[in-house]
């Protein structure tokens, strides 16, 4: 039996919501686009080896990396009995640069036009994606995709992105003024209308909205 | 490289959390206790494996299986490398007698007072601890561990069972009240002071409170 991880790594880039898929150049699935993941090696963390795979295969470092789910279906891999152990970790646009520097065949796929993938890397990320949208529930998830200072369309953007459906403007800005998170700057953002402001998100204070009960009821 | 799955059950009772273990017979660690487990066979998928090696060394069967996490760190296992893929959970009480009748070696074992555990069982329990309060506070998993019919003093028994500390018990039967998933019946518990009102948990309201933004914040 071997044990390979693989890596589910979302980022927000031009309002959609994307994921980093690596292209095969290998048999099975050879030419089909994959996440990236591979092999444990024998002396070698879950968490190390997926840092690693994700490293060589796509040049994305420093990551915080969250275990998803182990994957065994006895079938999932023709070569034979492989469990996959997946990984999910979400990047901020300013970092998606990086990604596919050092391996050209990596690179950023729109969630809602995905190809074929490998594997059951399908089912994958469709368990990815419902965990991060219950993550946006009741966790300040949403703000790990977006740069330090952001402005309110581009955080409702987000959250339009992951739940891949409008929201009404008004109703999102009065449930945000809500939860008291969002520090607005004197600065503004220069847009093709008028200048929009800028927000940050403020630390610390989440932990206080959960006690009183509050969720991100969006 | 080799992989096993571990279980983790909780019940309740006699107002305390108590977790499923039983007594290696063979070396490493013959003699300890261990959280039910054991190999994956090779044709068999995780879940499968689970379910056989708890109804095999336990009697407990039919149990609804979460996956819980999977623990790999190199040295966990002294025969060599066995990533164990662990899965949890809960049973009521009026289903614990079920474990143990097979095997004699199985024992509900009080979570305040556990002998030292085999291999990183320790931490694996810790891990579905932490689960498990997680849970209480944006689910209704509470309910899990208590009979159909039920009484209030039940009811907060099994929330200081998981959170290990005592609750007030107004604002507690207060906090409940609010959230209207509660169905009182016209029966009554005899105890040894005066009869305590029984009551039905109603299915189906939780969901309404979830789309409210209301935890159960305890």
């Known amino acids: 039996m071997r044990v390979a991880v693989d890596i589910v790594i979302f980022t927000i880039q031009s309002g959609s919501l994307r994921v980093l ?22 002396d070698e963390g879950l968490e190390d080896a997926a840092l690693r795979e994700l490293e060589e295969e796509t040049g994305v470092g420093d990551v915080y990396l969250e275990q998803l789910y182990s994957f065994g279906t ?10 996959s152990v ?30 074929p993938l490998a594997f059951d890397h399908g089912a994958i990320l469709e368990y990815a994606l419902e965990r991060l949208r219950n993550k946006l529930e009741y ?27 409008k929201l009404d403007k008004r109703n999102f800005r009065r449930k ?6 969002l520090k607005p700057l004197k600065e503004f953002q ?3 209308r008028r200048p929009a402001q800028l927000f940050r998100f403020v630390a610390g204070k989440f932990e206080k909205l959960k006690d009183k009960g509050i969720l991100f009821p969006f």
Chains 1, 2 share one sequence.
Do not use: C, N
């Open 21 to 42: 898929l690596v292209r095969r150049k290998i048999a099975p699935f050879e030419g089909k686009f994959a996440l990236p993941g591979g092999f444990v090696h024998e």
């Open 74 to 83: 006895p079938s999932r891999d023709p070569r034979g009995r492989v469990i």
């Open 86 to 115: 997946s990984y999910f970790a979400l990047i901020s646009p300013d970092r998606t640069l990086q990604a596919g520097s050092d391996a050209a065949e990596a690179q950023w796929q729109e969630m809602q036009k995905l190809p």
């Open 139 to 165: 966790t300040t998830v949403g703000f790990q995709l977006l740069p330090e200072k952001f402005t309110l369309p581009d955080l409702q953007g987000v959250y339009e992105a992951i739940l891949d459906k």
């Open 176 to 181: 945000i003024a809500q939860l008291k998170i």
């Open 190 to 192: 220069q847009t093709g």
